[in-house]
């Protein structure tokens, strides 16, 4: 019989836990991605500045109605900027 232990430093014990991380982390990037596309510089500082605090200020929420709810809301955020973009760019 083998048994693996967790260290007790590990912060997401279960699958769901995560996979919601997983879904952040993906989320963060593509965030970041689409804002390195912006051509003017400051902008592109701002947002970049903007988006990691909305992060860090929000990594503390615990709650999965509340993380589900920011993460739609950035997922919602993430594709006004792509529209924004594409409509820059024509």
């Not at 769901?16 to 952040?24: E, G, K, N, S």
């Not at 510089?41 to 992060?55: T, V």
């Amino acid at each position: 019989k083998c048994i693996v232990q967790l260290p007790p430093s590990t912060k997401y014990r279960t699958l769901p836990m995560f996979i919601r991380r997983q879904q952040i982390l993906l989320l963060y990037r593509r965030i970041l991605q689409t804002i390195w596309q912006v051509p003017n510089d400051s902008d592109c500082k701002y947002l970049k500045d903007w988006a990691r605090e909305e992060f860090r200020r929000n990594k503390t929420a615990t709650e999965e109605d509340t993380i589900r709810m920011m993460i739609t809301q950035g997922n919602m955020q993430l594709k006004e900027l792509e529209r924004t973009l594409a409509l820059a760019k024509s």
